[in-house]
């Protein structure tokens, strides 16, 4: 168990709706970062928040949009989904700074857009 | 900006055979290197890292692997498989300098099929 929990598990929804994927992060860790796992593109970094800012984007489209709350949890907003849009979603967890040594992955959001 | 490439997509090996599964990476700045296992429905497990010091770090179940800075790879290696190591391995490098933030990039990942 890495201590981050992402819910739900699964998700099944139908294109043009709109789903928000949950990951909370290992106690005492600031950062989350969000990753996209599809076929055809692999695994493919989204964004990154720290303390409730966001710290960098990668390849994350319009449509997609992330926030840190307070408490540290983070949500990632998909919306008008489209067929293409089903693939895992992760997050991962991380102490910050030159220090930081490894991100602690969750189980993953699969998501599957009919 | 960082690149990982794995160059096999697929590797069969018999059972209790030796397996090396290779990666290269390309970067301006150091970088950690990661190897990551996915086994079937399951998230992102680390085997084992390289942060500093010794070339040749090893890492959980039976796992090692030896960084390269000359040739730039991160090799993996097992002397023995089991049939519970198939499953779909990732190389991963980390910046250790940017604007605050320390994503991992990916390899395309390395299927390893063990044979009985």
């Known amino acids: 168990d890495s201590g981050v929990t992402q819910t739900p598990k699964h998700l099944i929804t139908a294109t043009g709706q709109r789903v928000t994927l949950r990951c909370s992060p290992r106690?005492?860790?600031?950062?989350v970062y969000w990753y996209q796992q599809s076929l055809d593109q692999g695994l493919q970094f989204l964004i990154h928040?720290?303390?409730?800012?966001?710290?960098a984007k990668g390849n994350i489209l319009e449509r997609f949009s992330a926030q840190q709350f307070p408490d540290l949890h983070s949500e990632l907003n998909l919306s008008s989904l489209e067929l293409g849009d089903s693939a895992l979603y992760f997050c991962?967890?991380?102490?910050?700074?030159?220090?930081?040594?490894?991100?602690?992955f969750g189980q993953g959001t699969r998501l599957t857009v009919v | 900006a960082q690149s990982v490439t794995q160059l096999d997509s697929q590797v069969p090996v018999f059972e209790e055979a030796p397996v090396e599964l290779r990666c290269n990476y390309s970067?301006?700045?150091?970088?950690?290197l990661f190897w990551y296992v996915q086994y079937p429905n399951q998230g992102l497990q680390l085997l084992l890292k390289?942060?500093?010091?010794?070339?040749l770090v090893k890492g959980i179940n039976g796992f090692e692997a030896e960084f390269n800075k000359s040739q730039t790879s991160f090799h993996l290696r097992k002397p023995s498989v089991h049939i519970s190591d198939t499953a779909e391995y990732f190389c991963?490098?980390?910046?250790?300098?940017?604007?605050?933030?320390?994503?991992?990039?990916f390899g395309k990942g390395t299927k390893l099929s063990v044979i009985p």
């Open positions: 970067s301006s700045v150091s970088v950690y």
């Open positions: 991963a490098v980390r910046a250790l300098s940017g604007a605050g933030s320390y994503q991992l990039t």
């Open positions: 928040y720290y303390n409730g800012e966001e710290r």
């Open positions: 106690s005492g860790d600031l950062s």
């Open positions: 390289y942060l500093s010091g010794s070339t």
């Open positions: 991962a967890s991380s102490v910050e700074g030159q220090g930081a040594t490894e991100a602690f």
